[in-house]
């Protein structure tokens, strides 16, 4: 079992509807959780980032923790087409003083 | 402007050559990390370090070295013992480690091609 899984799409919407990225971990004592956008050929830019159990939103961004199911996810309201990226979660893992990444999910927003 | 380099941007160089990736941060952020992104994949870490004089093993090592006698830089070589060097190869840094400390900040990247 990987420590961060996500789907790795494309998940395609069309502009204007709510982009819905998930992301499970496998490490229960966890307890800091990012969102990071990648677009093609550049660095990733981190996003969102939660910390507690509910939702968390900035802007069109919802992040939202459940630690009890091991999941986070990412809400995107008014999806545009400068939305369509590869978004990365990254996770702490206990006994590593350092972050592990999922492997993304690419999104596409369709104009 | 805070922020972290990389440089260069583009690497090439034969198989058999070392070769040393730049990284310096302004951000007075005690953490650095390497990481290593093959196409269509994730990201791999491959040093980290939590102060200066101090790194430690990530999860894809073998074949890399690193150094951090200043806060600001943590220059990584690829050595002629990595299989399969090419890649895209990033830097970051963060606060420290622990809560939001552990938000990571990344550098431009450096494209290195060994052939």
């Known amino acids: 079992q990987k420590e961060v899984e996500q789907n790795s799409g494309p998940l395609s919407v069309p502009e204007g509807a709510i982009a819905s990225l998930n992301c499970t971990y496998s490490?229960?004592?966890?307890?800091?959780f990012f969102w990071y956008r990648q677009y093609s050929g550049k660095s990733p830019e981190l996003i969102m980032s939660i910390y507690s159990n509910g939702d968390k939103e900035d802007g069109r961004f919802t992040a939202q923790l459940n630690k009890a199911s091991q999941y986070v996810s990412l809400l995107i309201r008014d999806s545009q087409p400068s939305d369509s990226a590869t978004y990365l979660c990254a996770v702490n893992g206990r006994g590593r003083r350092a972050l592990t990444f999922g492997s993304g999910t690419r999104l596409q927003v369709q104009p | 402007d805070g922020g972290i380099t990389q440089s260069p941007k583009y690497l090439f160089r034969k198989e058999g050559q070392n070769v040393t990736l730049s990284c310096e941060q302004n951000?007075?952020?005690?953490?650095m990390y390497w990481y290593r992104q093959d196409p269509g994949q994730g990201l791999r870490l491959i040093y980290y370090s939590q102060i200066v004089n101090d790194f430690q093993k990530g999860d894809i090592a073998e074949g890399y070295s690193v150094s951090r006698e200043k806060k600001e830089s943590f220059p990584l070589t690829v050595t002629s013992a990595q299989k399969n060097p090419t890649a895209f190869y990033l830097c970051a840094s963060s606060m420290g480690t622990g809560g939001a400390s552990y938000e990571q900040y990344f550098g431009p990247g450096t494209r290195l091609t060994v052939t």
């Open positions: 490490d229960r004592g966890s307890q800091s």
């Open positions: 951000l007075n952020h005690d953490a």
